[in-house]
């Protein structure tokens, strides 16, 4: 079983700055998968940015990355130049290997500010 | 590229009614989950389909049921619908879970009000 938990309900950004987002997990898996989805207005699920637990290496897609501390149970998610339409809810999810549901977190809801 | 397909993408139903809801998975892809956001809400699972048999189950209501037929497109089957069940309905699907791809992709869901 997993459990995500996301602080920051709602925070802002102006844009072209740089913001991020925290994310705090447990689980009991040895290998497991940690996730960020965008869901903007529209209510669809948009895959940000994904975590192997076993990698070390921090995720990055184009001006997305997450900052993964194994040990603290830390997954945050930042944003660089922030644009107009990175203005969602985003949701934190944890997933165990071989498991067959994806763990949401609260969400926080991001808005950029022109 | 194909994506995973819901209908209907919207529904409006009477309490007490009942309500079935389809996905379509990507082509190939062998594992369909169900979640449920209510208003406001993290998505929550339901349930999970790998080569039509139940592969997991979450807070999934007994008044529902849904199953995976041949062709891997899956049916949530809504009996006695009530106010509280008013929500985005998304359905996932992916390639099996205990390989190297465990991506699940979303559908655009079904929103569904009860009246």
């Known amino acids: 079983a997993q459990t995500v938990t996301q602080s920051q309900p709602e925070m802002s950004v102006q844009e072209a700055e740089t913001v991020t987002l925290s994310c705090t997990y447990d689980t009991s898996e040895n290998n497991y998968y940690l996730f960020w989805y965008k869901q903007p207005p529209s209510r669809q699920m948009i895959l940000v940015i994904r975590q192997e637990a076993y990698k070390q290496q921090n995720a990055t897609e184009n001006r997305f990355s997450v900052n993964f501390q194994k040990a603290a149970k830390s997954f945050s998610l930042k944003i660089s130049d922030s644009q107009l339409g990175d203005t969602a809810m985003y949701f934190c999810a944890c997933e165990g290997a071989g498991s067959y549901q994806l763990t949401f977190g609260k969400g926080t809801k991001l808005s950029v500010i022109p | 590229a194909a994506g995973v397909i819901q209908s209907p993408r919207h529904l409006i139903k009477e309490k007490r009614e009942t309500a079935t809801l389809k996905c379509y998975p990507i082509p190939r892809h062998d594992t369909v989950y169900w979640y449920q956001q209510g208003p406001g809400q993290d998505p929550q699972f339901l349930i999970s389909?790998?080569?039509?048999?139940?592969?997991d189950k979450g807070s999934i209501p007994d008044r529902f049921s849904a199953q995976q037929f041949s062709d891997y497109h899956s049916e949530l089957n809504m009996s006695s619908l009530e106010l509280g069940d008013s929500a985005l309905y998304f359905c996932a699907s992916s390639l099996d879970p205990s390989g190297l791809y465990n991506e699940q992709f979303f559908g655009p869901g079904t929103r569904l009000t009860v009246l």
């Open positions: 389909f790998y080569e039509k048999m139940q592969s």
